[in-house]
């Protein structure tokens, strides 16, 4: 097991990473035993994915929020996550806010949405 840090925004982005992986283990053991067709892709979301915030004249207003995402790895590693903002139009993910989403931008195994780019700074 690895050492966990000391800081209360660093343990709250690994808590609701883990979150994330047991959404996708309970939906991957649901799709086995029912014996159905598979559980669309992705992962489930606590939040919802949310439609795009709109302001005047219908254009996108600056994300507030970013969303967490946990992708699976396909031969069974511990997969990986990305970060979306929260208006991204590809969906899951639990939601942080900007010291959690800054704390996730720096780990290893999280990388940044090529749709949305969350990095950016968002146009005025």
Known sequence: ?????PDPQRLRVIRL???????A????IQE???DSAPVAAGVPS???GGAPQRGKGGARSPARAWRLQSVPDPRGGSGRGVLH???????????LNRQ???VALGMP???????CRPEAEPSA
Do not use: N
């Open 32 to 34: 086995a035993e029912s």
């Open 17 to 23: 990473y883990l979150q994330m992986q047991i959404a």
């Open 85 to 95: 903002r929260d208006d991204c139009r590809v969906p899951g993910g639990g939601r």
């Open 109 to 115: 195994d999280v990388t940044s949405c090529g749709v």
């Open 1 to 5: 097991m690895y050492e966990l840090p």
């Open 100 to 102: 959690e989403f800054e």
């Open 46 to 48: 606590e939040t919802g």
């Open 25 to 28: 283990v309970d939906a991957k």
